[in-house]
């Protein structure tokens, strides 16, 4: 181990213990039975931890082979943009929609909860640490208001909504403990739940009777914040107005697709009246949460078994992918196998209820996305490596969305290109599902946080500037056939976490990019299969970090 590898060790176990519930996404052992310190200590003793390791890597001696020179600058970036976040006092007032701190210690508890498989002694010491994490939220976020920063209205509201769902399924983990058998637990658990609960609806009382007041209704962050964002989320620098030019034009190409697909399907209908066939269509819908389940682990047990030694090498521990139902609203997502294997690369997808008929056209290409050759096996990948990759690396992808979700958006075109979508119906299903939407994203994610104007020939609204009402509108035109209610959703997410949105698109246009120059420089003797498991190889990193390693290896 070099002095590097032991640097980057060291920091992983401290990050582990001073942020436990980011401990629990990374897959990261041995800190199930505790949560994250939210209070103005906690968030210090992270920001210290940050300022120490980079202290430490200025000191480190790197040899300037390709492997130790990269594993140095993904550590450094990492950390020099945790500490401009601090420095600008993000954190000390979140409550993002999607990935706050209380969607965190919900998630947190989520991962534990493996039916009749459960540890029920860490579910416990969660539960239990409820009232005391909440209470220490509580005092970061009174003294962000006393310094008169406080989150827009509309992120506490959707705090609010999540406290008051939550304890539901808090209390009713005790219930279920009854049924896989019970035990000595059964008392406590009953009373920590109980506990977690209550804290929860004194914390959505707070929220709403001493920050809600005093949140500002107007939603945009600016230039400033939303650069700082896109650092966090991307790892890059972007010419925003030029980004903004893109991502219409994206969207453009991408819809002209749609229709030219439509017509495969319907000769003569537009988008909306296919996807509305579709929709309906009983060949493309399943019924029941179950039978959902089974839907989408074949499919993604398919993907594995025909992509394995044809266009991937694929390790034995990645050729399971574990899909679930998750027990609370949560969206879908996918979580890397733990660093240990002690929880495989899992899949969670939510239903609207256990009876609930489900449409399938769209899930293929979500699927790939999350599963093979998608999430699954990049972050998979990139945790079984030990060869070329330190610790950090290993364990950081979910610190570098726009590496990931660059990546999935990807896996969604190349199984295209693999031929894959042979049904059109599954073809639309990308389109409509992944690219219009993600350029949607584009779009909207910019223009929201630095309200921008319309540009003219757009046909929508051409000349004002964007509001969150113009927002549900253009999404609900370009979203593919989303509810009202997750229009608004969408809408809420982007205003919450500036730059996160744009991840999906603007990364996948690297891959893309890293792609097209080494096609173009090994010309005839240029290699599909050796091209990504280079590109895996490399491990998480920002998106100029990734470009310039691509140009390095060129």
Same mark, same amino acid.
């Given at each position: 181990?070099?002095?590097?590898?032991?640097?980057?060790?060291?920091?992983?176990?401290?990050?582990?213990?001073?942020?436990?519930?980011?401990?629990?996404?990374?897959?990261? &052992?041995?800190?199930d039975?505790?949560?994250?310190?939210?209070?103005p200590?906690?968030?210090?003793?992270?920001?210290?931890?940050?300022?120490r390791t980079? &202290?430490?890597?200025?000191?480190?001696?790197?040899?300037?082979?390709?492997g130790?020179? %990269?594993?140095?600058?993904?550590?450094?970036?990492?950390?020099?943009?945790e %500490?401009?976040?601090a420095?600008?006092?993000?954190?000390?007032?979140?409550?993002?929609?999607?990935d706050?701190?209380?969607?965190?210690?919900?998630?947190?508890?989520?991962?534990?909860?493996?039916?009749?498989?459960?540890?029920?002694?860490?579910?416990?010491?969660r539960?239990?640490?409820?009232?005391?994490?909440?209470?220490?939220l509580?005092?970061?976020l009174?003294?962000?208001?006393?310094?008169?920063?406080?989150?827009?209205?509309?992120q506490v509201?959707? /705090?609010?909504?999540?406290?008051?769902?939550a304890?539901?399924?808090?209390?009713?983990l005790?219930?279920?403990?009854?049924?896989?058998?019970?035990?000595?637990?059964?008392?406590?658990?009953?009373?920590?739940?109980?506990a977690?609960a209550?804290?929860?609806?004194?914390?959505?009382?707070?929220?709403?009777?001493?920050?809600?007041?005093?949140?500002?209704a107007?939603?945009a962050?600016?230039?400033?914040?939303?650069?700082?964002?896109?650092r966090?989320?991307l790892?890059?620098?972007?010419?925003?107005?030029?980004?903004?030019?893109?991502g219409?034009?994206?969207?453009?190409?991408?819809?002209?697709e749609?229709?030219?697909?439509?017509?495969?399907?319907?000769?003569?209908?537009?988008?909306?009246?296919?996807?509305?066939?579709?929709?309906a269509?009983?060949?493309?819908?399943?019924?029941?949460?179950?039978?959902?389940?089974?839907?989408i682990?074949?499919?993604?047990?398919?993907? %594995?078994?025909?992509?394995?030694?044809?266009?991937?090498?694929?390790?034995?521990?990645?050729?399971?992918?574990?899909?679930?139902?998750?027990?609370?609203?949560s969206? %879908?997502?996918?979580?890397?196998?733990?660093?240990?294997?002690s929880?495989?690369?899992?899949?969670?997808?939510?239903?609207?209820?256990?009876?609930?008929?489900?449409?399938?056209?769209?899930?293929?290409?979500?699927?790939?996305?999350?599963?093979?050759?998608?999430?699954?096996?990049?972050?998979?990948?990139?945790?079984? /490596?030990?060869t070329?990759? /330190?610790r950090?690396?290993?364990?950081?992808?979910?610190?570098?969305?726009?590496?990931?979700?660059?990546?999935?958006?990807?896996?969604?075109?190349?199984?295209d290109?693999?031929?894959?979508?042979?049904?059109?119906?599954?073809?639309?299903?990308?389109?409509?599902?992944?690219q219009?939407?993600?350029?949607?994203?584009?779009?909207?994610?910019?223009?929201?946080?630095?309200?921008?104007?319309i540009?003219?020939?757009?046909?929508?609204?051409e000349?004002?500037?964007?509001n969150?009402?113009?927002g549900?509108?253009?999404?609900?035109?370009?979203?593919?056939?989303?509810?009202?209610?997750?229009?608004?959703f969408e809408?809420?997410?982007?205003?919450g976490?500036?730059?996160?949105a744009?991840?999906?698109?603007?990364?996948?246009?690297?891959?893309?990019?890293?792609?097209?120059?080494?096609?173009?420089?090994?010309g005839?003797?240029?290699?599909?299969?050796?091209?990504?498991?280079?590109?895996?190889?490399?491990?998480p990193?920002?998106?100029?970090?990734?470009r310039?390693?691509?140009?390095?290896s060129?």
């Amino acid at each position: 181990m070099t002095s590097l590898d032991a640097l980057a060790d060291r920091h992983v176990d401290e990050m582990a213990a001073l942020d436990p519930c980011l401990a629990a996404m990374m897959g990261i &052992a041995g800190q199930d039975d505790r949560l994250t310190d939210y209070s103005p200590d906690g968030e210090a003793a992270r920001t210290d931890l940050a300022r120490r390791t980079l &202290a430490e890597l200025d000191k480190t001696p790197v040899d300037d082979t390709g492997g130790a020179r %990269i594993a140095a600058a993904v550590l450094r970036d990492r950390l020099e943009t945790e %500490i401009a976040l601090a420095d600008a006092g993000v954190r000390d007032q979140l409550l993002d929609t999607t990935d706050g701190p209380v969607q965190r210690l919900r998630q947190a508890v989520e991962l534990l909860d493996q039916g009749p498989a459960t540890r029920w002694e860490p579910v416990l010491a969660r539960l239990s640490a409820f009232p005391a994490v909440l209470a220490g939220l509580t005092t970061t976020l009174t003294a962000a208001r006393q310094r008169g920063r406080v989150a827009p209205l509309r992120q506490v509201q959707r /705090n609010i909504e999540v406290c008051r769902i939550a304890p539901a399924y808090l209390t009713g983990l005790a219930d279920r403990y009854a049924q896989y058998g019970g035990g000595p637990l059964a008392e406590p658990l009953t009373a920590a739940a109980r506990a977690a609960a209550a804290a929860l609806h004194d914390f959505a009382h707070y929220l709403e009777t001493e920050i809600a007041p005093h949140a500002p209704a107007h939603d945009a962050l600016g230039r400033d914040a939303y650069a700082l964002g896109v650092r966090d989320y991307l790892g890059t620098t972007l010419d925003l107005e030029e980004t903004y030019a893109w991502g219409w034009a994206e969207l453009a190409r991408v819809e002209a697709e749609m229709a030219e697909e439509a017509a495969r399907i319907l000769p003569g209908a537009r988008v909306a009246e296919v996807i509305a066939a579709l929709d309906a269509d009983p060949a493309h819908r399943v019924t029941s949460a179950e039978a959902f389940r089974r839907h989408i682990q074949d499919l993604a047990d398919r993907a %594995i078994d025909d992509l394995d030694g044809t266009h991937f090498t694929i390790p034995e521990p990645l050729r399971t992918v574990d899909c679930r139902i998750p027990p609370v609203d949560s969206g %879908i997502y996918y979580l890397a196998p733990a660093e240990d294997l002690s929880r495989p690369g899992t899949v969670w997808w939510t239903v609207p209820a256990p009876d609930a008929d489900m449409i399938t056209w769209t899930v293929p290409a979500t699927m790939y996305h999350e599963g093979v050759p998608g999430h699954h096996l990049q972050l998979g990948a990139t945790t079984l /490596n030990t060869t070329t990759l /330190n610790r950090f690396q290993r364990t950081s992808s979910e610190l570098h969305p726009g590496h990931c979700e660059g990546w999935g958006l990807y896996a969604e075109r190349l199984m295209d290109e693999l031929g894959y979508y042979r049904n059109p119906a599954h073809r639309l299903g990308m389109l409509a599902g992944g690219q219009q939407l993600r350029a949607a994203r584009v779009v909207l994610d910019i223009g929201l946080h630095l309200e921008l104007p319309i540009p003219a020939g757009t046909g929508f609204h051409e000349g004002e500037r964007w509001n969150a009402d113009l927002g549900r509108e253009f999404l609900t035109r370009h979203g593919g056939a989303m509810t009202p209610a997750e229009v608004a959703f969408e809408i809420d997410r982007y205003l919450g976490r500036p730059g996160q949105a744009i991840a999906y698109k603007l990364g996948e246009r690297i891959w893309l990019e890293a792609r097209e120059a080494a096609r173009h420089r090994d010309g005839a003797a240029f290699d599909l299969r050796a091209f990504h498991q280079h590109a895996l190889d490399l491990g998480p990193m920002g998106l100029d970090r990734l470009r310039a390693e691509f140009t390095h290896s060129a």
